[in-house]
């Protein structure tokens, strides 16, 4: 029983983990290249920036569908059951 818990919490650290390295690096480069769009063409700030922001919020939405997915294994863990 602790063996599935220790293995279950080790799953959830390495999902976060690599969660957040992934959206750190992904928004890293994709806000270099906004910067890079707007700077050769400043008349498409305005689409530039409405593309990002709809990006970003499906991003957010996949990341909360993470945090529920991990709080569903920490309190109704289907192995310790």
Known sequence: ME???SATMNAIG???GL???????GIGIMASKVAEAV???PE?????????????IVTTVFLLFLFAFVF???FFNPLTL
């Open 3 to 5: 063996s599935i818990l």
């Open 14 to 16: 390495w999902m976060l």
């Open 19 to 25: 969660a957040f390295l992934g959206l750190g690096i």
């Open 39 to 41: 700077g050769r063409n």
């Open 44 to 56: 498409t700030k305005a689409d530039v920036v409405h593309s990002v922001i709809t990006i970003l």
């Open 72 to 74: 569903f294994l920490l």
